[in-house]
């Protein structure tokens, strides 16, 4: 159930025209989308925090049970050393060395899903609530995310309206430079206020 809404969130992504020149350490710091609609008919709903700094990228998203982002069901947690630096098409270029990717089912059906076995759980049994695994390396229907210490090559553009990425937290497969994303996802980041 929960593999097929991110399947339509990923369906639903595309790219937009790119902002201003950024200038790399105007990334740094805390990030936060807004609540974003996915699955069927946007049933579902996703936040995704992000900071940067210190050479680190980290990242969570909290998917939840409505498209108001309530009830709490799933949890990705994810971490890399990251190279950020100018790039000469509006954008800046990021590049990420996975470190950590882990799951976290929160909800008593997303646990009963994930133990199913085959691609339910992402080739692992024994899924607990609240209970993090590694999924570095392994298939979660609909995302193929990449082996601990793949490089992945991302691109992103920040303007007054805040920053957006080409491939990250979305795109797991961009490990060739030359295929950088030249256009930003639909997701708006914001400076998070702590």
């Known amino acids: 159930m929960m593999m097929f809404a991110l399947a339509g969130f990923v369906l639903a992504v595309g790219t937009t025209a790119s902002a201003s020149q950024p200038q790399p350490n ?17 049933r579902h709903g996703i936040i995704t925090r992000v900071t940067l700094a210190d050479g680190q990228v980290e990242a969570e998203t909290q998917m ?13 947690n994810y971490r890399g050393a990251a190279t950020i630096q100018q790039a000469n098409n509006g954008s800046v270029s990021i590049d990420h060395s996975v470190d950590q990717i882990d799951l976290t089912p929160q909800a008593p059906d997303v646990v009963a899903q994930y133990n199913l ?24 229907n609909p995302f193929s995310f990449p082996l601990k210490g793949t ?8 303007d ?23 256009g930003a996802l639909p997701a708006t980041y914001r400076r998070a206020v702590d």
Do not use: Y
Request: charged letters at 20%; proline letters at 6%.
């Open 26 to 42: 105007s990334l740094m710091g805390n990030w936060i989308s807004e609540c974003q609609p996915i699955g069927k008919d946007g």
């Open 64 to 76: 939840f049970a409505t498209s108001e982002c309530k009830a709490p069901v799933l949890k990705v």
């Open 117 to 140: 076995g085959d691609e339910h759980g992402c080739g692992l049994d024994g899924w607990q609530i609240n209970v993090p695994k590694s999924v570095a390396g392994r298939r979660c």
């Open 151 to 158: 490089t992945l090559f991302d691109s992103a553009w920040i």
């Open 160 to 182: 007054g309206n805040g920053l957006r990425f080409g491939a990250f937290p979305m795109i797991w497969t961009n490990t060739i430079a030359d295929r950088r994303p030249t």
